[in-house]
């Protein structure tokens, strides 16, 4: 496994493997990788000769008050990780490499970006957004894979791919639990073993919900309301619970292509979880804790 630290040097790469006929898949993550992370590898192994992941910690889409300094960095056991799953090429840039100064131009998201997560982190997707756009730029992918776990973020990076011509083919993989539920989250090393088990209310909630609406219930007030109730548990602090159209809007009735949407805290750490109500929980893959 090569690894690139200079971001001309990632494009050198990246464009020497597309002149010699490889298609470049990508996984942009920010370390710290659970096994979430290394089934996005598998998909763009599959769907690409050559596949570069990268792990920077982006300063540009924490708020001035989140985790950034905290933010779990563990690059050795990355490495190891990484190359055991056959990743061909790891960038990690040094902050002053991809930032030589604080960007006066960045990807704003518009109106997508101020709900939900950005509602409560302002800044956040135009920080993500003008990274993803950056890193796209040095490694020229030919398809790029991001996790449904984060789906508004999934959204707008497939919308920004659209709207600013990016061309590259950007595959959204289903998010990966443990047996019990709970979404993989590099912020899961944060809970202390009771707030583990209070996290497990994030996934309860939407199984519940689906549960309602599998049962005929397809009023999305009351569906939201059986969410929140399902949502309490020691030290969780619901941050919203939302039924949602695939593009975000507000939705009255619930089908098939309802997403349902949470956010928490969880003592000091916020998580996020989602389904789709026609696809279900139980079409996420689940995995052994390691
Ligand atoms: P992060 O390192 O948290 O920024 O995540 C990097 C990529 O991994 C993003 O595309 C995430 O959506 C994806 N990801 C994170 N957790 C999971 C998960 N549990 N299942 C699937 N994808 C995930």
């Not at 796209?136 to 920004?160: N, S, T, W």
Request: aromatic content about 6%; some cysteine; charged content about 25%.
């Amino acid at each position: 496994m090569q690894e690139i630290t200079d971001p001309q040097a990632m494009r050198a790469w990246a464009r020497a493997e597309r002149q010699r006929g490889r298609r470049i898949g990508f996984v942009p993550t920010m370390g710290a990788l659970h096994e979430g992370h290394l089934q996005l590898v598998d998909r763009a192994r599959s769907r690409a000769d050559r596949v570069v992941m990268s792990i920077f910690v982006n300063p540009l889409q924490f708020g001035p008050h989140e985790d950034f300094a905290n933010y779990p960095r563990t690059l050795a056991r990355d490495r190891e990780l990484a190359m055991q799953r056959g990743v061909e090429c790891l960038f990690t840039p040094a902050a002053t490499s991809i930032y030589p100064e604080s960007p006066v131009i960045r990807v704003l998201p518009g109106s997508l970006g101020d709900l939900l997560e950005g509602a409560t982190r302002p800044g956040h997707f135009a920080g993500v957004l003008t990274v993803v756009a950056k890193l796209f730029h040095f490694v020229e992918p030919d398809i790029a894979v991001f996790g449904r776990k984060d789906y508004q973020q999934a959204l707008l990076i497939r919308r920004m791919n659209e709207d600013l011509s990016f061309g590259i083919e950007v595959d959204v993989a289903p998010t990966v639990r443990e047996l019990d539920g709970l979404a993989l989250s590099s912020r899961n090393v944060y809970l202390q073993p009771d707030e583990r088990r209070s996290a497990l209310a994030l996934s309860r909630s939407l199984r519940a919900v689906e549960q309602a609406w599998r049962g005929g219930q397809a009023d999305a007030q009351e569906l939201t309301r059986r969410g929140l109730e399902v949502l309490t548990a020691p030290n969780v602090h619901p941050d919203y619970f939302a039924l949602v159209s695939e593009q975000l809007e507000p939705v009255k009735r619930a089908d098939a292509r309802t997403v349902a949407l949470v956010a928490a805290r969880v003592g000091k750490t916020r998580l996020i979880d989602n389904v789709m109500l026609g696809e279900g929980i139980g079409s996420d893959t689940a995995v052994r804790a390691s």
